[in-house]
């Protein structure tokens, strides 16, 4: 499971003073409130970041990074995505995961089928649904279809009965 979770990336500088605009890749936004400091990641590597000036918007965050004080410097972060650790991650309800714990968890049913490794996750309102092997199967998160789920296992195991119903596999 990876040290870091990614909770926006900054699209754009905001203002003449430096501060960025980002969109959410959380499903809580209140979760800025009060956010004095995060880990910006570039390339792979994480630095922390002081952070101050947070406001919530309809559809983004804009934000002051300590040290970003011009236009050209805020433009310099676009791409780069805004971080917390896990000891500062949003405390989830039972049986509900981060989707970049996902990524990656081998799947397989109860009957011992293997059917390779989740590599995205869908958000639909109604429910999200598993994408294994980039398409070739994709299952929908339904309590009824998840018989386990481990991440720290590195394992997603479904009901193979259920998962006949419901599963779409590629042709």
């Keep these: 499971?990876?040290?870091?979770?990614?909770?926006?990336?900054?699209?754009r500088a905001h203002g003449v003073r430096g501060d960025v605009k980002l969109e959410p890749t959380t499903d809580r936004v209140e979760r800025y409130r009060g956010l004095s400091h995060a880990f910006l990641e570039q390339k792979g590597s994480y630095t922390e970041v002081k952070l101050s000036n947070v406001r919530l918007m309809n559809d983004a965050v804009v934000l002051h990074i300590a040290g970003t004080d011009?236009?050209?410097?805020?433009?310099?972060?676009?791409?780069?995505?805004l971080c917390v650790d896990r000891a500062h991650a949003v405390k989830l309800p039972e049986h509900t995961y981060f989707i970049s714990d996902l990524i990656g968890l081998t799947a397989s049913d109860t009957e011992g089928r293997v059917y390779g490794k989740i590599t995205e996750v869908y958000e639909y309102p109604a429910n999200d649904v598993y994408v294994i092997d980039d398409g070739k199967l994709m299952v929908p998160?339904?309590?009824?279809v998840?018989?386990?789920?481990?991440?720290?296992?590195?394992?997603i195991v479904f009901d193979a009965e259920v998962l006949k119903e419901v599963g779409?596999?590629?042709?």
């Design 1 to 11: 499971m990876k040290q870091y979770l990614r909770i926006g990336c900054i699209v």
């Design 70 to 81: 011009t236009v050209d410097a805020a433009n310099l972060l676009r791409g780069a995505f």
């Design 141 to 144: 998160a339904l309590k009824k």
């Design 146 to 155: 998840l018989h386990e789920v481990a991440p720290e296992e590195g394992r």
């Design 168 to 171: 779409l596999v590629a042709d």
